[in-house]
């Protein structure tokens, strides 16, 4: 089997090989019609397409969709038979012979262009940074109402609650939280602060090509809040989605979403795809019979336009605006009782707007901005809390190239202006200068290196050095082995990004004058793929993981329990933990996967004491199993297990524990897609009912002083049902007839 597998290299070489084949089909037009030669090519009992024979360089046919192919006289004495994704196979040809031609795959699922690391396409098995890749078709296996909950389903990823009645979420990757990870939206860091909590749900999963996630410090690059690890959102290219699309869904909990739009080309090389989405959901919900919703309510539209040029200097733009006005609160709130103390509610409403803009010329020098508005205006029962913020963001890189190396020299700046009513009346203006150099270097066929640094300036601070090293074995029997360290580093936005100082009634208590928080990590992980019969690839992969953090500014639970003491940490925080995954997939038709995470996050006080992190559970894992029943059904299972994690101490009637009992989310889903563009699915979220009690603590007094909506450990939407349809009005029977492009 070792001898079967080629890499990745030869696999390119053989798509570029069936370009050739395509461009000597006109010299062999004339010809065709006499072959003497008929043949098709499967991969277990199927047919393989997009597949070529060739025969002489520029001379060769490409076969149609069943897999079958006609040779033209004269005839070869032999064929080369290539295919994208599989081992090229040279066979004899014989007059009156019909060749079935049985294909080997190779390591197809190693495809995904990864971009994140280092800016630059590259095969995910050759990246020297360990990347996770999130498909669109595996986005549709999950039954989620939004890209944070899609992405609790991967081992290592954990979505967390910061509030238990307005609903704000936030990522927890590797057991770091929320603010330790950086969102990006198709490579800029555009969603931060405010808007990793509120609107970062807002974007459709239909409108996403692909979800890339890197873990640990990836501060070279992106600098700050790439501490943890950076999740990057690419949005589909305008020139790739289908020309006209509606989407539907509903639960049987009263949430609905809505999305619409189309791809229209605008010039020779150009193509704009323009979107609307709009969310609603006004049924009140309390299962868990405390008197408050258990999923908040909202209206929110929003939209995307995204333009598309390609050529030696290729652009993106982009425009993404969104509304949104959420509440929750006791059942009889009304919208008249906002800010006053008759009825308890949170009310949050949000006005933002996305720009950006990226030129690529010569795919050496990449030019990237982007500019955002943000503004909220909520209230927490009756405390307002009224915030601005305008981000900007500049980059500016060039490649290098002599040798083995590719040197990337790039500078970036930052722009941030914050403003809010809170208790301190924050008014934040910042200007964060840096430059980076980055080399990938391969000083042998099997190693890369990539290795970076950057150098920040913060006025308010003294410069931060980051330096980062990737390491990246990899042999021809489908091994890979890396390591990788780095320094990460991060400005705190103290309100904007911890809204368990709005919500409830503790008095927020900042001790000092906070400083950035700092922190070294090291990493190793190690893959191996390999075949499992004629279409089975399975794989297994092992991480290990270690952060220690200096200057960790964490919000003290224990001290008083009617304070919320915000401080830099005396002693040090640190990480620990391993990721261990198994797969299997056979073609495109079944897969099942299994996962299993291990962390311990603590801070260790002067005096030796340890403080574990709360709402981080120790143990975790995932499992998934999807299965094509047939071209047109499918069925997918999708489940989380989270083990038991730390609660905070509270003071209430009745005892609350200090550690919670381990849950799973189980969430099943069914879809069948026609040939004349519908599809439609059913999904059960939530199979077993699986909630915590209510996350509020003195609910009977919610203007009290006692009053406190932050602990939020385990599910609050118990199970139901959600249905959905999405039309693809170019595959209509009306539309059928028509030039349109696929």
Known sequence: MAKKRISFAVMCWSG???????????????????????????????????????WAP????????????????????????????????????????????????????????????????????????????????????????????????????????????????????????????MVLIDGMPVMNALATVYSLNALPDVLVDRIEVIRGPSSTIYGSEAMGGIVNIRTRRPADHKEWFAVGEVSSHGQQDYTAGGSVRTGAKSNLLASFQAGINRLKVDENSDGFTDIPLADRVGGLLKWQRTGSTSWNVGLRPFVEDRW?????????????????GESIRTRRVELTAQAQVNSRWIVESSAVYHHQDSYYGTMHYLADQKTGFLHASRICRWDNHHVRLGSTHRFHRYRDNSPLLMDERRWIPGVYVQDEWKPARRWTV?????????????????????????????????????????????????????????????????????????????????HTGARGISGFSVNTFATRFGNKILPDYHTDPDLLVYRNLDGKGYVYGFNADAHYARGERFRIAAGVTWHEVYELEPDGSRTWQVFTPRWSGNGSLFWRLSNSMEVSWNVKWTGSMTLPEVVDIIPRPLQSEPFALHHIQWRYRTSFGIECWIAIRNLLDSTQPSPLIGADQPFGESFDASYVYGPLQGRNMVMGVQLDLVSLPSAKGRNVRS
């Not at 395509?22 to 062999?28: A, D, F, R, S």
């Not at 042999?475 to 890979?480: A, I, L, Q, S, V």
């Open 450 to 530: 990539l290795a970076g640094m950057r150098l920040d300036r913060h006025r308010d601070h003294e410069p931060v050095l980051a330096p980062q090293l990737n390491i990246r074995y990899a042999d021809e029997r489908g091994f890979t082995w890396r390591i990788n360290a780095g320094r990460g580093f991060r400005y705190v936005s103290l309100f904007a990004e911890d809204h368990a100082a709005l919500t409830g009634s503790r008095t927020v208590v900042i001790e000092e004058n906070l400083r950035p928080e700092v922190s070294w990590s090291l990493s190793s992980d190690a893959s191996w793929i390999f």
């Open 58 to 181: 520029g001379m060769g046919v490409v076969s149609e969709e069943d897999g079958s192919f006609e040779i033209p006289l004269p005839l070869p004495d032999s064929v080369l038979a290539m295919a994208p994704g599989y081992v090229p196979k040279k066979i004899r040809v014989v007059a009156g012979e019909f060749l079935t031609i049985e294909l080997e795959p190779r390591w197809n699922e190693l495809r995904e262009a990864v971009v994140t690391g280092n800016l630059a396409p590259v095969s995910r098995m050759l990246s020297p940074v360990r990347a996770e890749v999130v498909s669109s078709a595996m986005l549709q296996s999950f039954p989620a109402r939004s890209i944070t909950e899609s992405l609790n389903f991967l081992n290592g990823i954990q979505e967390t609650y910061n509030c238990g009645i307005c609903g704000t979420n936030d990522i927890q990757l590797n057991g770091m939280d929320g603010p330790y990870t």
């Open 328 to 344: 929750g609160g006791q059942l009889d709130w009304e919208p008249r009782w906002r800010g006053t103390d008759v009825v308890y």
């Open 16 to 54: 570029l090989r069936i370009l050739l084949a395509i461009w000597g089909l006109p010299l062999l037009h004339s010809l065709h019609a006499s072959a003497q030669v008929k043949g098709r090519m499967v991969s277990g009992g199927e047919a393989v397409y997009p597949s070529a024979v060739q």
